[in-house]
């Protein structure tokens, strides 16, 4: 029989066990029964179970068997359901009749167990690689246990196995997690979970992590590290410092072994190990260095050059130790920003040319901050503006015709009831453009001249085009006051001058009245 057997609360245990006796003994009928405490009858021990009908001790009616046939010399013992006072030692008596009855000697202990025994090394040091063992008891079986870890989703690079272990006939499954524990795991709680098929049953083993710094832990960069290790041993050992497999000083016959970083840079954080060795063995530690620096020059993702309509993704991100606090502002206000992380990512769903002009990106945590401006081209067809009219002077007129777009739209004019297109290189037309304004937008203004008597069915039209598209309108004609007399012509002014002169009389008469 296996020396020792576990179970969980409210499960089951099977009890493997076999017995002998001198072949010369050729006993008619072979019986047994299992004692609780003691192997000795004088010592009235519970009696746990019977091979034949006869009195159990109360506490193991219903609940204990022998399930082996002592006539093939099997012993063997089930339990269950098991609750904490079936805990102890059990024995096994064999009766072969008469005088032929034994006790022996050698027993097993049963441990009734309330949750998994969940294993965890005494010392937890950030990036040193650990390993946690939750050990369940299998031996019931009518349960078998699926055993799961809880909590370790954000663990990274955790890896999880499973063995199982039999040890003279008691078996345990180990679930096994592996990972490298950092700083900012401490106070993580991670569990152990059991559960049955078939069953409500359910245990649970948790623990709170407490992740340990050695040496300085955090440096800020410019200032000076010194790591220090101490080990005895006899002879004395070979002290050395390592990064990864590189030897960074080593010392032999020597209690203790400093590693001096004169000035912390970002490059310098890492696992660095110190190993202690001589010809009885070799042991090591390791700590975890942190070097902290104000955030780099910020690193700009995604096109800065798109067509009004399509989607925009620019990501700023900029390098520092701790995290950041990225933003994207556009004048004063925020249009992306991420809180400790490494970079933001600004989105518009669909340009627009209001969008585009100069923004900033502004990456800082408690060692500094820096910045980095940028701007953002949207390119669209040509947009008409208000100006464009046409305003009538002297002998004739003077017509604007005004567009911003990018790229830099062509300005045209059209005559129908001439026939004409008037574009840059005739005679009666100019063109200006101003530069570019914000967002590098680019207006082009064109002036056509028109000479002499005008049509008064003369329609002007005004077209723009750039690779993006293309947009035409009627000119409508402006009369400022001033030109009144102009229009109305010398002969309409003398009509006009006569109905003054009319009116005045008339209403002199009707005063005299």
Not at 142 to 149: A, C
Request: with cysteine.
């Amino acid at each position: 029989m296996p020396p020792a057997v576990a179970g969980l609360s409210g499960t089951c245990v099977a009890v493997p066990c076999r017995f002998g006796y001198p072949e010369e003994l050729r006993p008619a009928a072979v019986h047994g029964l299992w004692y609780f405490g003691s192997p000795y009858p004088k010592n009235y021990p519970p009696v746990v179970a019977r091979s034949r009908a006869g009195a159990v001790h109360e506490s193991f009616t219903g609940r204990a068997r022998l399930v082996g046939d002592p006539g093939v010399r099997d012993c063997s013992l089930l339990l269950g359901p098991l609750s904490p006072e079936l805990a102890g030692k059990y024995y096994f008596r064999g009766d072969l009749g008469g005088y032929n009855q034994y006790s022996f000697s050698e027993h097993t202990t049963l441990e009734v167990l309330e949750e998994p025994v969940l294993e965890v090394p005494p010392e937890l040091v950030a990036g040193e690689e650990v390993e946690l063992r939750c050990r369940v008891p299998d031996n019931c079986p009518q349960l078998q246990p699926r055993v799961g870890w809880e909590g370790i989703e954000e663990l990274p690079e955790a890896s999880e196995r499973e063995l199982r272990e039999d040890a003279a006939g008691a078996g345990t499954i180990l679930a096994l997690l592996r990972f490298r524990p950092r700083r900012e795991d401490g106070g993580r709680r991670l569990g152990c979970r059991v559960a049955f098929a078939n069953s409500t049953l359910a245990f649970e083993a948790t623990v709170a992590l407490d992740v340990q710094l050695s040496g300085p832990g955090e440096a800020v960069e410019g200032t000076p590290v010194e790591l220090g290790c101490e080990a005895e041993g006899r002879p004395p050992p070979l002290l050395s410092w390592f990064r990864g497999v590189a030897v960074l000083r080593e010392e032999p016959v020597s209690t203790h072994l400093r590693l001096v970083l004169p000035r912390a840079e970002p490059d310098h954080a890492g696992t660095y190990s110190c190993v202690a060795e001589n010809r009885h063995g070799r042991h090591n530690r390791s700590l975890q260095l942190h070097v902290a620096y104000a955030p780099r020059s910020p690193v700009l993702n995604g096109s800065l050059w798109v067509v009004a309509g399509d989607p925009v993704t620019v990501t700023c991100g900029a390098a520092s130790h701790p995290a950041p606090i990225v933003t994207v502002t556009r004048g004063r206000r925020v249009v992306a920003a991420a809180v400790y992380e490494p970079q933001v990512t600004m989105t518009l769903a669909a340009a627009k040319p209001e969008d585009a002009g100069e923004y900033l990106c502004r990456a800082e945590n408690q060692h500094g901050e820096s910045s980095l401006p940028f701007n953002l081209t949207v390119e669209f067809p040509p947009i008409l503006l208000p100006d464009s009219r046409c305003t009538p002077g002297g002998d004739g007129a003077r017509c604007v015709c005004s567009a911003s777009a990018i790229p830099e739209p062509a300005v045209t004019f059209d005559l129908p009831s001439r026939n004409v297109t008037v574009t840059e290189g005739h005679r009666d037309y100019t063109v200006t453009t101003p530069g570019q304004g914000t967002g590098g937008v680019v207006t082009v203004t064109g002036i056509l001249t028109l000479q002499g008597t005008l049509d008064p069915r003369l329609a002007v039209l005004c077209s723009a085009h750039n690779p993006h598209g293309s947009v035409q309108q009627q000119l409508r004609f402006h009369h400022p006051a001033g030109l009144v007399w102009a229009k109305v012509g010398p002969v309409g002014a003398v009509v006009a001058f006569a109905i003054v002169i009319a009116l005045v009389c008339y209403l002199s008469q009707s005063r005299r009245k």
